[in-house]
């Protein structure tokens, strides 16, 4: 798993590749497709599109004479666990220092407080 994570990971570090997903998570398109909005040769969208593939997060299929990219979005669930187990992490953090600190604004003051008797009502001596 956490290979495959690298994978991922790596193969998203790039703004490029990002925006590819970004593109797929639309609708499939075809090498040209992905190519239109780059100043980089049909090759270059191909060695991005192997790096996608090889992380798991693209497939490529054939329809007549055309080779639709995929994006297989499966992939994102591997990340979304990995993320949230460690943003439960944080969060469980986050409360105990949220607790520290209310207990600390507290203080000897407000112990003080709690700690007094208060004023007896009733008949003066």
Known sequence: M?????KVFAALADPTRRDMVARLAASDAT?????????????AVSKHLKVLEDAGLVTRSREAQTRPVHLEAEVFDLMTKWIERYRRQAEERYQRLDALLAEMNEG??????TDEKPPRKGKAS
């Open 2 to 6: 956490a290979d495959e994570l690298s």
């Open 108 to 113: 000897p003051a407000a112990q003080r407080h």
């Open 31 to 43: 090498v040209s497709q992905l190519a239109e909005p780059y100043d980089v040769s049909i090759q």
